[in-house]
């Protein structure tokens, strides 16, 4: 009986140890499923933190927004507000009891507001719709008196009010004819064409909330219309991609300042400027030349003098000082974002982070009164927060003192999104290259850190305990001039270090940008390795982010040159060093001036098997005249074509088509007017007359990033499916 019991179990444990993992590789669709949390908003009182979350329907193509509570100190979350509209941006108004955020319930978009009750953690009443501006309104933020509200609109600049904006629309909108004229630059941008229009601040007043509101009561209404704060044939804020606001309100409630760009010609001018102008001033949209100046009313006062880029202003708690963003050379977009900090009363300007070689990304003043900021900051593919004193009279011997606030841990290796509270605790969103963002408490009591950092919310960890993810390695190696150079790679699931893997070698775009522990939807290297069981490798090569601004600078005028080196020396590395790599099995991929640089490989190696190449420049002169932003290439060739024609020649790919061999993939965005779809369309036409298998994937609904999610499901599968097919 002993020896039948002990046959039993010894099967028993056998089955089990043979039973293979319930984790399954990274899917697309699992991608797809996950939820994209946004930007913690902590309440007033310190009990709540509300957040927007994507949701992407495959099915439907569609990506919707909504609002979402969880506890400050983390637990379940759960949807603040059940309607199916798309909704995004929350904002507690100071005393906590009201609510904003912007909704597409109506076209376009308009702020919404609804009481809050912080007892319960939930709406209370009847939301309604605050703004009424026929051209929309997104981009509000409370002031600290909670009297007002400020938002964003693009409006005509010669309008004088909103039934001239209103008409304006309805014109272009019924017209038959689509023609356009254009008299100056910056006539689309990025991925959309300017209409005329230029985005301003409006104010407006908004009344207290409604005592003991209950079901079907309103929160409020508005107690007047929305006046223009920066009139102007300017835009405020300009242009962004995200990131923190380009605007505040003082504490007292009586000035705003935003960010403006005054330059003639702003298609060449990277000069944004802070300015600073009265809440109160009853302006008149639509003055003339002579009475508007500095993006605004003539109201408006400069105060920042950087020739390079001045950006989020954001002052300090006691209304003391003036926080900002700042580069220090005009025309260069990856100069060192630096963190000034201005007196308002005596006007003394300090750089906070002058012997600081690292970019400050966003950043929040600590509420606890100590005059001190928490910043983050990107190192050697993470994103970690510092923190450093403001005070104006620390210039005077003492040095500055950065604070690791937040370990290099894979839970929170790439911060970003912080918000401050009273007690001083510190809240961001962290994500790693195993998981999308999370919200996360740096926990202080009595401000004071407690050295506590945790998980606020779980919007995904449900599904990814399903999944095989695998983690981030790093290598290093010498590169050009032996400089060390930085590299990532992530391995297949299930992987045997005993086989051979095919190796999709991925470059990044920027060209200062960086790979690192985080994570994207677009250019997913968890998704790639898991697509065909690849080895993924990633070069942060000379150009790259986060490793000191020498090392930044050091690409530009040298496209081709010491980042080409770093490429190919990593490759040779990483064949070297792991044995599992199939040499003879590997594919070049690259995005932006990653596609620029797959194009350069294409005339210089034949090592690979295929190259992708998406949304990249192939002739340096034509890009010049199809691209919006001039001082992307006038800085990174040294000048216009017409200057400096040998550089341009010197690393433009086109000129070394003669060299081509390898079957390439070529992806373009009918949209990006970044790098034109021209570029794309030239590169095919040269493959097809060499005769060399290629395919090109054009997406008429796309600009320079791949956004829909059918159209990311195609991307993906194309990809994917043209790698296999020479690699495989």
Known sequence: MKILLALILTLATSVLAQTPSQKHPFTFEDMMKLKRVGAPVPSPDGKWVVFDCVDVDLEANTKISHLWIVPASGGESRRLNSTPNHEERPRFSPDGKRLIWTSKATDPTQIWMCNFDSGSGGLVGKAHQLTEISTGADGGIWSPDGKNIVFVSAVYPDCKDDACNKQRDEELKKSKVKAKIFSRLFYRHWSAFTEFKRSHLFVQTVEAPVSGAGNGTAAGTAASTAR???????????????????????????????????????????????FVVPIDVEHASGLSSSETQAGGSRYSKKISNSPGADTTPLYSPDGKYLAWRSQARAGFEADKWRLFVQDRQSGKTRNLTEKFDRWVGSFAWSLCGDETIAFTYENHGEALIGSVSARIGDAAGKPVV?????????????????????????????????????????????????????????????????????????????????????????????????????????????????????????????????????????????????????????????????????????????????PFIDKDREAALGASYGGYMANWILGHTNRFKCIVSHDGMFNTESAYGTTEELWFPEWEFKGPPWKNRELYRKFSPHLFADKFTTPTLVVHGQNDYRLDVSEGFQLFTTLQRLKIPSKMLYFPDEGHWVLKPQNSQLWYKTVNDWVDQWCK
């Open 228 to 274: 223009d704060l920066t009139p102007g044939d300017h835009d405020v804020p300009p242009f962004s991609l995200g990131g923190q606001d380009m605007y505040s309100i003082s504490p007292d409630g009586q000035e705003v300042a935003y960010t403006s760009n005054i330059d003639e010609v702003e298609a060449t001018s990277t000069n944004n400027e802070i």
């Open 402 to 578: 950065y604070e690791h606030l937040v370990p290099g841990a894979k839970e929170a290796s790439h911060a970003d999104d912080l918000a401050t509270t009273s007690d001083g605790s510190i809240y961001y969103t962290a994500m790693s290259i195993e998981a999308p963002n999370e919200i996360r408490r740096r926990f202080a009591s009595k401000c004071e850190l407690s050295g506590a950092d945790e998980p606020v919310t779980h919007m995904n960890d449900a599904l990814l305990s399903q999944i095989d993810i695998q983690p981030l390695e790093s290598f290093k190696f010498k590169g050009a001039n032996d400089e060390e150079v930085q590299g990532f790679m992530v391995k297949p699931p299930g992987f045997d270090p005993n086989k051979k893997y095919p190796l999709k070698f991925l470059i990044h775009g920027g060209p200062q940008g960086a790979w690192g522990n985080e994570w994207t939807y677009r250019w997913n290297a968890e998704l790639f390795a898991a697509t065909g069981n690849y080895v993924v490798v990633m070069i942060n090569f000379h150009g790259s982010t986060a490793y000191g601004q020498k090392f930044t600078d050091s690409i530009s005028g040298d496209w081709g040159g010491k980042p080409y080196v770093d490429l190919m020396k990593g490759l040779d590395y990483v064949e070297k060093t792991y």
